[in-house]
């Protein structure tokens, strides 16, 4: 009897119209040994029917069976096809989902070449319901590439993340003698499985191809089994799966492993549910606590420092059952980024809430509530999503609705003075002709630690939809408090918006299409009304809509609106603009006299730019100026020049006719300068760490890669150095001519060279009005603290967390000096409110050389502000951490600072206090390593950089 190389068994329950797909995509494997056991969980539609007419279609291919009463899971049908099965490899299929065409092949191809008892690949969710065709990796990271393990204790978290049964391919004979069966009567019964099956096996391989398509529908009426996340009994089963794991990994001695789920379950398992508690009632938020809490106590602490702080602070505000402010913490989850708290301050630290903090267990409640750097205390308002709860819903019956609610105002920051006025908004969800309509609000007042707002609003006789495809309609508040505007969702919180009257309303497509306005609650737990239809009318024409759309006419419209909405989504895309660049805006006259400027690819007014912008103003050069912005708004640009957002059509327009292009970091890649264009590309520091061509990232891109980026870099027709070490590492890195290099110095460092001048000549430091600005008290040192960013081996930007304790510093010599902290602009830093007045963050100064005359000394890391700052002769701390991972691991650097520095290189916090504890020593220590540093990185800094490259190109005067 021939022996099957895979059988794939397909459990089916009440899915007849789907059955037969799933086992079509088995039988048109590209692998021929392949047979198919379907098992009906005795269905009540004609999903048997069907797998037996499957089976006289395929004789020796499908083979069917039933069980003979239903089992209510997968666990029951999944283990009689395992004995079911004849093949040397098992797989499993669910009746509505597929598999890749070659997905038998290629795993079985693993199996066979590494002798392992089970082979995983990709799973890849298909949202079908999702009008763009979108799909999703589960876990690429842990298929990046084929990889063979001896155990699962090389690579726990495959364990911890992909318990999928699906996507695997297993030795049946593997199953049978470690008597591996999924659990019945119970749901999640793949994590149970997938844990006993990795524990288990002997050997292990992942493979980097799709195998699984796994069809998902989000908005489908009937959820499944394990997605019926409001009934108790499916967190009961959740609950009793985990120990069941947990006691397998505690059998074998799987510790390590036993750590990473549970932080996994921190941050996935109890998120899941905690989404929907704020719209449950208060019997299962009961029940709900006690399940999780019982099962919480058992978690390894550690794993709360391996997550985000709102799931650590859902996790314990759970414990403690503290229901005011778990609520809105689990909305905050749910709306990523928004601040549903009016927060706490002790000690100069921000808490999510005040209760807890000063109990008997206060340590570990400001341990874990302690969120001051998620920066709220500091981030303007504007930029703030606050949470904005409605707290009554009133209607007419017909199309009037009052509604009331309360805004969040972290630590009192609207102020009691603050004048406030609001307006509610219906958006558009689908934008479609009229986009919004507005309704003031009558009565908007403080209200302690919230705003309280209150309006009524006809609905009914003010919008005015289409009637079809805009058929949800959002509600913001946009609320101004003094001179700031803040926009917030309206969130439904925990009313019951079923008993609301249907609005009615009067699409501009007639009543005929839809005739009622449907207060409902979004996925996110957000107020939208939905257009449906109530009259017999309206009723008849949406089913005769319905009925027309899934006829083959509506079939070519449809195609034909998706290939224009594709057009003109396509017309905005990055392809298509380059593509206009190229071939229409290239072809247009280059216009004498136009300079667009760049810094920091649109994100500041700053740097060498701004000084030769400003160097030509204050000559009085004739020229048409262009800056370019990045983000929503341009802030700190001068008003006389025209701005113009990074890659906007006009964007492309300017550099498509400018005369000449001035930036100090890159314009896209992607562009080609034309040849009546001058490119002066003015750079943004001299180099310790390797760039170009000589940093690992760019050897790794391979030719094509490389290519682009030289085609980039061969765009520049000048290029500024401040020394002759720029021309052995920059200039070398991105393989310049040396005929490019302009030996002028950084027309940024003018100011600084000046600022030096005039202090040597009157004795005198003139601080000016910078420190008045941010308050620094003129008898105390200044100090700069600059690090550079730190990337990953992707070349992912990390983010910033201070490498020593801010508030020691501040506690040590904060009556001797004000620490300023300025952060790379790819960085943020959130201070805390202890240390104000004596640790001032400085990063949203976009120009940096201010700060730099400010500053009586400096404290760096490897930011080429070391280069800059050497003109003033002033002391320098590096605080070098991690220098032997900087160094050599992360992208090396091309002298050993250790050597070179003009001051004290230290490595520990400790350290860095003492250094700074013996500032004036360390100046007149270092005097002569900062002139041997001044000398070999800035020896043409000389103060006329800017006047050199203005009389060179602008005025003709220079050489």
């Known amino acids: 009897m021939h022996v099957p190389d895979v059988s794939v068994v397909v459990i089916v329950y009440n899915d007849a119209e789907r059955l037969s797909t799933a086992v079509q995509s088995v039988l048109d494997q590209t692998l021929q040994g392949v047979e198919v056991v379907i098992v009906d969980d005795c269905s009540q539609d004609r999903s048997f029917a069907v797998a037996q007419e499957l089976e006289s279609a395929h004789p020796g291919r499908v083979r069917a069976f039933q069980l003979p009463q239903n089992s209510g899971g997968c666990g029951a049908p999944r283990n009689h096809g395992i004995q079911q099965a004849t093949g040397t490899y098992v797989m499993f299929l669910d009746s509505d989902d597929v598999l890749e065409r070659n997905a038998c092949r290629n795993m079985l191809a693993a199996a066979e070449r590494t002798g392992s008892d089970l082979v995983s690949g990709m799973c890849v969710r298909v949202h079908l319901d999702n009008r763009w065709g979108k799909t999703t990796e589960w876990y690429p990271w842990i298929y990046s590439r084929t990889r063979t393990l001896e155990s699962i204790t090389e690579f726990p978290d495959l364990l911890v993340y992909d318990t999928l049964s699906t996507n695997k391919c297993y030795r049946r004979a593997f199953l049978l003698e470690q008597g591996l069966e999924f659990p019945v009567g119970i749901h999640y019964e793949d994590l149970l499985f997938s844990a006993q099956a990795y524990v288990a096996a002997r050997r ?25 996340r409001h009934e108790i009994a499916n967190f009961v089963h959740r609950m009793e799966i985990h120990r069941r794991v947990d006691e397998l990994l505690a059998a074998k001695g799987h510790t390590d492993i036993k750590s990473a789920k549970d932080a996994k379950f921190l941050k996935h398992d109890l998120v899941l549910h905690l989404r929907d508690l704020p719209l449950l009632s208060d019997e299962y938020r009961q029940e709900f606590a006690g399940l999780a809490n019982g099962y919480l106590a058992g978690i390894d602490p550690e794993a709360y420092e391996h997550v985000t702080h709102l799931q650590a602070i859902c996790a314990y505000l759970l414990g403690k059952e ?6 809105p913490a689990a909305d905050a989850m749910i709306n990523k980024g928004r601040l549903t708290s009016p927060l706490a301050e002790r000690d100069g630290r921000v808490y999510w809430c005040a209760q807890h903090i000063d109990g008997p267990d206060a340590a570990e409640a400001r341990r874990i509530l302690d969120v001051t750097e998620q920066g709220f205390h500091t981030t303007p308002l504007p930029s703030l999503t606050l949470g904005n709860r409605l707290t009554s819903y009133e209607d007419d019956g017909r199309g009037t609705v009052t509604l009331s609610g309360t805004v969040v105002n972290p630590l009192g920051r609207i102020d009691t003075d603050a004048e406030l006025k609001a307006t509610l908004e219906l958006r558009a969800r689908r934008q479609v002709g009229v986009r919004s309509f507005s309704f003031p609000v009558t009565s908007v007042r403080h209200a302690g630690d919230t705003i309280e707002w209150r309006t009524t609003a006809d609905i009914g006789g003010t919008v005015r939809p289409l009637g079809i495809i805009d058929a949800v309609w959002d509600v913001r508040l946009k609320l101004t408090a003094g001179g700031e505007r803040i926009i917030t969702r309206v969130s439904v919180g925990g009313l019951d918006l079923d008993s609301a009257a249907r609005l009615r309303v009067r699409p501009r497509l007639t009543r005929l299409v839809s005739d009622r306005f449907a207060a409902e609650m979004t996925k996110k737990g957000n107020l939208s009304y939905v257009l449906t239809a109530e009259g017999a009318a309206a009723v008849r024409t ?14 070519v419209v449809k195609r034909g609106l998706r290939k224009a909405l594709r057009a003109r989504r396509n017309m905005g895309s990055g392809e298509q603009k380059v593509k206009i660049y190229h071939e229409v805006f290239s072809k247009l006259p280059v216009k004498k006299g136009t300079v667009v400027f760049e810094s920091h690819m649109g994100k500041q007014y700053s ?9 030509m103003v204050r000559q009085g050069v004739p020229f048409e100026a262009i800056w370019s912005y990045a983000g929503a708004r341009p802030t700190g640009f001068p008003k006389e020049a025209t701005l113009v957002k990074r890659w906007s059509w006009q964007y492309l327009r300017a550099l498509a006719q400018a005369e000449f292009w001035v930036d100090n970091q890159g314009f896209p890649l992607a562009l080609a300068k034309r040849p009546g264009t001058t490119y002066i590309q003015t750079w943004h520091g001299s180099a310790l760490k390797r760039m170009g061509f000589h940093e690992p990232r760019t050897k790794a891109q391979g030719r094509a890669g490389q290519a682009r980026f030289q085609a980039a870099v061969d765009r520049f027709d000048h290029f500024l150095i401040r020394s002759e070490h720029d021309a052995r590492t920059l200039a070398k890195g991105f393989r310049l001519r040396d005929e490019v290099l302009l030996r002028t110095g950084y027309p940024r460092n003018d100011a600084l060279v000046e600022a030096h001048r005039a202090e040597a000549d009157s004795g005198e430091r003139v601080r000016g009005a910078l420190a008045a600005e941010l308050g620094i008290d003129p008898d105390k040192k200044v100090l700069l603290y600059a690090p550079t960013f730190r990337a990953g081996a992707d070349g992912a930007v ?23 902290v300025r952060t790379h602009y790819l960085n943020s830093v959130s201070l805390p409110p202890s240390v104000a007045g004596r640790v001032v963050d400085v990063s949203r100064h976009h120009d940096i050389t201010p700060l730099l005359a400010l500053a009586d000394g400096l404290i760096t890391d490897y930011s080429s502000v070391m280069f800059d700052y050497a003109v003033l002769d002033r002391p320098m701390v590096f605080f070098a951490y991690d220098y032997e991972k900087y160094a050599t691991d992360i992208r090396g650097t091309y002298f050993d600072l250790k050597e070179k520095a003009p001051g004290p290189v230290v490595a520990t916090a400790d350290e860095l206090l003492q250094a700074l504890a013996a500032f004036e020593e360390a100046d007149a220590k270092y005097a002569e390593a900062r002139q041997r540093f001044l000398t070999e990185f800035g020896e043409y800094d000389r103060g006329d ?4 490259i203005v009389e060179k190109f602008f005025t003709g005067s220079g050489k």
Do not use: C, M
Request: hydrophobic residues 45%.
């Open 322 to 327: 503290d229901w005011d402010n778990l609520l």
């Open 607 to 615: 740097d060498s730019p701004k000084a030769i912008y400003e160097e």
């Open 798 to 820: 990390e983010g910033f967390a201070f490498p020593f304790d801010v508030e020691e510093f501040a506690d040590r010599l904060g009556d001797r000096f004000t620490l300023l």
């Open 542 to 555: 949406q089913s005769l809509i319905n009925n027309a759309i899934q006829g083959k006419a509506a079939g």
């Open 945 to 948: 950089a800017a006047r050199q």
């Open 204 to 228: 292990i391989t992942l493979i980097p191809n799709h195998v699984y398509f796994w069809n998902v529908v989000e908005k489908a009426a009937a959820k499944s089994i394990s997605n019926r």
